[in-house]
């Protein structure tokens, strides 16, 4: 039996911290990969590159045959986390390449290389959210907004609404319509960038046509 040294246990709440770290901020922005998915990930990855240098020095065999097989397998984790919602729009790639280096943290922390983890994780904390903002703030970034208005009908609310987004090249996405005793609410997702977003919720809202119209925020954002 391979006994378990303190070094190991302080390795794997090391690479608990650092992956729950992220998983902190993807959870904050409620992505499917959140707090519990990174800190898991970063643990095991960690635990296999233990498991694979215990094992290999207890039984002669090779120190690496093991760690080797944990980039695959979150390769495997990370392409279930991609979805493919509508048209060209693919979402979950920022999640699933984050699974991906999560998992290089924890194999960093398993192999006692402290320093480059811990930088590894600032650095990913800085590209999710310093880089995020940047991308919407300099109207890069292509997004799906969603939308809802109330009106009389379905069927008047929903030509109105094509009638102001037309002007401006837009199509409405994703329709659901809710009937109330007192009007119909009308929720639809548009796709664009922040600019172009807040067009079409200022033409929405100068249009006058509506009882109310509120900004649901990003849909499936990264």
């Known amino acids: 039996m391979l006994p378990m040294m303190a070094g190991d246990i302080e390795k794997l709440l090391l690479a608990a911290l650092l992956g729950g770290l992220i998983g902190l901020e993807r959870e904050a922005k409620h992505r499917p990969a959140g707090l519990r998915t990174n800190l898991f990930i970063c643990v095991g990855a960690a635990m296999f590159t233990l498991l694979s240098d215990q094992l290999a020095g207890a039984h002669t065999g090779d120190h690496t045959r093991i ?83 109330t009106g009389p009908s379905a069927e008047e609310t929903t030509a109105l609404v094509n009638g102001v987004l037309e002007p401006l090249h837009f199509i409405m996405q994703n329709v659901q319509i809710a009937l109330t005793p007192l009007h119909v609410r009308v929720r639809f997702d548009c796709e664009g960038t922040r600019k172009k977003q807040e067009r079409v919720l200022s033409r929405l809202r100068d249009s006058k046509a509506f009882e109310t119209v509120t900004a649901l925020g990003p849909v499936q954002a990264e």
């Open 67 to 149: 760690a080797a097989q944990i980039i695959p397998g979150i390769g495997f984790i990370g392409a279930g986390s991609i979805i493919h919602a509508r048209g060209d729009l693919v979402t979950g790639i920022t999640s699933a390449a984050t699974l991906f280096v999560v998992a290089s943290v924890g194999m960093a922390v398993g192999g006692g290389l402290y320093m480059i983890a811990a930088f590894a994780t600032v650095l990913i904390l800085g590209v999710l959210l310093l880089l995020g903002f940047l991308e919407r703030f300099t109207n890069l970034k292509v997004m799906v907004y969603a939308y809802e208005v």
